[in-house]
């Protein structure tokens, strides 16, 4: 398995514009879970799914910030319009099972650079 | 969630065991203790995970108290490569895993 993959791995943009995050979970995995990295507040989850679901999305930051997931294979986390301190590490995780004895697989992140 | 107490940083020799502890005097019966490290720049990376018995798999050991207070992670040949922050999580679900600030190992030549 290629593992969890995320796509764009940099991304800069201007402050008002629309990003799109994308990530593809491993296959067979139930959960999808959304972080975001930064030096100040470390990681944080922003919101999961379970079998394309949204769960739990306390951790999203306001209404600029949304996520779907429209099959078991995508997922995409949205920021219209971003600002400058979104600027942040976004990392995208997958699970088999939510329940205790699973380790999470994360992909290796987008860099997001708002200027 | 359990609330957990790690070192922030400590060096080991390369070859040498680093053993990493973490206090997690809170945690509950249903919560396993996972292991997780984040080598600079990449995403997290899962160790091992134990709930009352010691554990050990390819990367590591996992040693954890009769009370289930404390843990430690053991890599018995630290390599430079092991240079990384190591987390510890007890949590009993998967929309629990609450990161802290971990412990930076740096393993040195």
């Known amino acids: 398995d290629a593992g969890v993959i995320q796509s764009p791995r940099h991304e800069v943009t201007e402050m008002g514009q629309e990003v799109t995050l994308r990530c593809k979970p491993i296959?067979?995995?139930?959960?999808l879970f959304w972080y975001r990295q930064t030096m100040m507040r470390g990681l944080e989850l922003l919101i999961y799914?379970?079998?394309?679901?949204?769960?739990?999305d306390s951790g999203m930051p306001e209404d600029r910030f949304s996520a779907k997931m429209p099959n078991a294979s995508f997922s995409t986390l949205k920021i219209q319009p971003s600002e400058p301190r979104d600027s942040a590490v976004y990392f995208c995780?997958?699970?088999?099972?939510?329940?205790?004895?699973?380790?999470?697989?994360f992909g290796s992140g987008t860099r997001l650079t708002v200027v | 969630d359990a609330k957990t107490t790690q070192p922030p940083s400590m060096d080991c020799a390369e070859g040498r065991a680093a053993n990493l502890p973490c206090n997690h005097s809170?945690?509950?019966?249903?919560?396993?203790v996972y292991w997780y490290r984040q080598i600079h720049s990449q995403g997290p990376q899962y160790i091992i995970h134990?709930?009352?018995n010691n554990e050990t798999n390819e990367m590591a050991s996992l040693i954890i108290t009769e009370d289930r207070k404390s843990s430690t992670l053991i890599l018995p040949h630290a390599t430079l490569r092991d240079t990384a922050v190591y987390y510890c999580?007890?949590?009993?679900?998967?929309?629990?895993?609450?990161f802290g600030s971990g412990t930076q190992l740096t393993v040195l030549p």
């Open positions: 799914f379970n079998n394309n679901v949204p769960i739990d």
């Open positions: 999580l007890p949590s009993g679900s998967a929309r629990q895993l609450t």
């Open positions: 995780a997958s699970i088999k099972r939510a329940g205790g004895g699973y380790g999470y697989t």
């Open positions: 296959s067979g995995h139930d959960y």
């Open positions: 134990g709930l009352k």
């Open positions: 809170t945690i509950s019966g249903n919560e396993y």
